[in-house]
C-alpha cells in the first residue's frame, strides 16, 4: 500500500502548468520584440550563438525538478506490514433517505442537507467506531460499507444526492435489509442501525424487517425529519431558480409529511429510540451519548502498520535536474559545437 504523507504539496503540482503558460507568453514576447527590432531572420543569423533550444531544454528540465521536488515534500511511503489491529468500539450503519420528498424545506436549507450535515459531525466525533452508509429510495444501496477511515467516509457523503438512487419511492424496508447484510453477525460488536427519513414507506412492510433486525440483536434508532403538517417539494431550474412545486399526475402540488407514528413504532419495535429532526438541534449527537454508553467490543481490523519513506527517491531526482539545468548554458559551447556530427560542413571561400 502507498500513501502520500503530506498530500496538500501534490495541489501545488499545478504550478508546473503555470510555468509553461509563462515560458510561452516569455518566447511570444521575446519574438515580438525582435521583430520590432529588426529582421527576425537577419537578427537570429547576428545572435546565433544563443541557443533557442538550450532554453527550451533548461526550461523541461527546471519544471521536471520542481515537480519531482513537490513530489519529495509530499513524502511518497510504502507499507511493508499488515496485521490486525484490535479497535473498541460499535459498528453503527446509517440508512440515509434520498428520495425526492427530502428535498422539502421544512428544514433548512431542506431535509437532505441536515441529515448530510448531522452525519458528517458524527463521523468527526467518532473515535474507533466503525461506521457505513446505505442511501435508499424506492430500493437500497451500500454507498460506503463499514469502515474507520473516516476521510473517506466524507468523501462519500459529500456526493450524496436524490439521484443516487434511480428508483423512485420510499422503501425502509430495504434499507433496513440492505443494512443487516451488510453487517458482519460472526463478529460480537454491537451494531447499530440510525434511520433517517421523512417515515413516508411506499414499499412493503417494514415493521418485520425492524422485528427481524431486533431478532439479530440490531438495534434502530430513527430520526424523523420534516412535519406531519407537510411541506411541498421545490423544483429548482439548471441556474438554481425555483421554479415550481413537484404535481402529480392531476397537477395538484405534492405534499411530503412526516410519519411519526410509524418511525416510533419502527425504532420501539428495534429496541432503539426515535428522534424528531429540527432546525437547532443534532439529534445524531444525542443518539451518539446514548450508543457511546452502550458496551463496545472489540473487532481487528487488517491494516499496515509499519510505512517507509520513499521521498528520497525524488528529491534525489530533483537535486540532479537542478544541477544539470544550473549547468545548461544558453550559449553555444564550441568544442561541443565542432563534435557535432550534425552540423553542416562550412563552405570554403575561394
Do not use: C
Not at 533550444?53 to 527546471?62: A, G, N, S, Y
Amino acid at each position: 500500500m502507498t500513501r502520500f504523507v503530506h498530500t496538500e504539496y501534490l495541489y501545488a503540482l499545478a504550478i508546473i502548468p503555470v510555468m509553461v503558460v509563462l515560458y510561452w507568453f516569455f518566447v511570444l514576447s521575446r519574438s515580438r520584440a525582435l521583430a520590432r527590432f529588426g529582421h527576425e531572420a537577419i537578427l537570429m543569423k547576428m545572435a546565433e550563438e544563443a541557443g533557442k533550444r538550450k532554453r527550451l531544454v533548461k526550461f523541461v528540465v527546471l519544471a521536471l525538478a520542481v515537480g519531482f521536488l513537490l513530489l519529495a515534500l509530499a513524502n511518497l511511503q510504502i507499507g511493508t506490514r499488515m496485521e490486525e489491529v484490535k479497535q473498541e468500539g460499535v459498528d453503527i450503519f446509517i440508512a440515509l433517505d434520498v428520495s425526492l420528498s427530502m428535498k422539502a424545506e421544512d428544514i433548512k436549507p431542506n431535509r437532505l442537507e441536515k441529515a448530510k450535515f448531522e452525519i458528517r459531525n458524527l463521523i468527526n466525533r467518532l473515535a474507533g467506531d466503525r461506521i457505513g452508509l446505505v442511501v435508499f429510495a424506492g430500493e437500497a444501496y451500500t454507498q460506503f460499507p463499514l469502515t474507520s477511515d473516516y476521510s473517506a467516509a466524507n468523501l462519500f457523503l459529500d456526493v450524496v444526492d436524490v439521484d443516487a438512487v434511480p428508483v423512485p419511492g420510499t422503501s425502509i424496508g430495504a434499507a433496513i435489509q440492505r443494512a443487516l447484510e451488510s453487517f458482519d453477525m460472526h463478529e460480537t460488536t454491537t451494531k447499530v442501525i440510525v434511520l433517517i427519513t421523512d417515515g413516508e414507506n411506499t414499499e412493503g412492510d417494514v415493521f418485520d424487517d425492524a422485528e427481524e433486525a431486533a431478532k439479530q440483536g440490531v438495534l434502530i434508532y430513527t430520526i424523523g425529519l420534516g412535519s406531519p403538517s407537510g411541506s411541498p417539494i421545490p423544483v429548482y431550474n439548471a441556474a438554481g431558480q425555483q421554479i415550481d412545486f413537484k404535481r402529480d399526475r392531476s397537477g395538484g402540488v405534492v405534499v411530503s409529511r412526516l410519519d411519526e407514528v410509524s418511525l416510533e413504532k419502527i425504532a420501539a419495535t428495534g429496541n432503539g429510540k426515535y428522534f424528531r429532526g429540527t432546525n437547532a438541534q443534532d439529534e445524531l449527537d444525542e443518539i451518539y451519548k446514548d450508543i457511546n454508553g452502550l458496551q463496545k467490543k472489540e473487532f481487528g481490523v487488517k491494516q499496515f502498520t509499519d510505512y517507509e519513506d520513499r521521498f528520497q527517491y525524488f528529491l534525489f531526482v530533483a537535486l540532479v535536474l537542478f544541477v544539470l539545468e544550473f549547468m545548461i548554458t544558453e550559449n553555444r559551447v564550441g568544442w561541443l559545437a565542432r563534435w557535432n556530427p550534425l552540423k553542416k560542413p562550412e563552405k570554403v571561400m575561394s
